[in-house]
């Protein structure tokens, strides 16, 4: 849309009631997808920023051409809305359950490193995380606001590549099934991730056990919690970088998997 058409909107929609009723269902649309989206703020500071960011995009979005006429019934309106609701919160859930698998990935490693006692208020959620948790889903979301999903969830949504029209969402059997099919990556991007540590303590409590077997005055348990601990934290520093590669390779397919959801 133009930059005079743009600044037409205001103006239109006061006039045009089927405007401003598609005006509203693109902020319903908008107002979800902000509401649980990763990366794009928590807490009060990020109330402040996404919620007039919802505004301003379902201003953009408005297309007189596609408008819904105002319904005359109420229960067709709290219908479309629970659509448009849908559709926001559908396409935010798609790349939180890549976060959602990296969190999994910290609660494993840091279980098996002994690290659960040690808890972080996640911002979010103000649910307690582990240390290596909360540092894996903030690297989950660095990766994802580097590779522009953030973009690719806001094009769909927008309609920049097939339009949705307001009020119209259904989750098709397809969607459905792609959308559980994504749920259940979460546990496996968590076992992926986490593997490394896993497999290194494992070895290293196995040669542990082998010590105390041949040299039996050594306290065992003395040795094996800050060398557990710290075996952990330097696989986990050596795989950042295949980490990073991984969401990044998750993210990129983001888009094709948000058109088999949403279509």
């Not at 989950?140 to 969402?169: C, K, M, Q, W």
């Not at 540590?197 to 050594?218: E, Q, R, W």
């Amino acid at each position: 849309m133009g930059e005079p058409s743009f600044f037409a909107v205001p103006q239109l929609i006061i006039e045009r009631l089927d405007v401003a009723w598609g005006f509203l269902l693109l902020l319903t649309r908008y107002t979800a997808f902000m509401m649980f989206a990763p990366g794009l703020g928590g807490g009060l500071a990020g109330f402040l920023v996404r919620y007039p960011a919802a505004v301003i995009l379902a201003l953009v979005s408005v297309r007189p051409d596609q408008a819904m006429p105002l319904p005359p019934d109420m229960a067709i309106m709290a219908a479309q809305a629970a659509s448009e609701m849908l559709l926001g919160t559908v396409v935010a859930l798609i790349p939180l359950t890549i976060v959602a698998g990296a969190q999994t990935a910290g609660h494993l490693a840091s279980g098996t490193m002994g690290l659960n006692a040690a808890q972080l208020i996640d911002p979010t959620t103000q649910a307690a995380l582990p240390d290596l948790a909360r540092i894996y889903s903030d690297f989950a979301i660095v990766v994802f606001l580097l590779v522009g999903g953030h973009y690719v969830a806001i094009s769909e949504l927008a309609g920049l590549n097939d339009a949705i029209r307001p009020g119209t969402f259904i989750v098709s059997s397809t969607g459905l099934d792609a959308f559980v099919t994504q749920t259940a990556r979460i546990f496996q991007i968590g076992c992926l991730l986490a593997a490394p540590v896993i497999v290194a303590l494992l070895l290293t409590n196995f040669v542990m056990g082998i010590i105390s077997k041949a040299v039996p005055t050594i306290n065992i348990f003395i040795i094996s919690f800050p060398l557990t601990i710290g075996v952990g934290l330097v696989i986990s520093i050596l795989a950042l970088p295949e980490v990073m590669h991984f969401l990044g390779r998750e993210f990129t397919r983001l888009a094709d998997v948000l058109a088999v959801v949403i279509r």
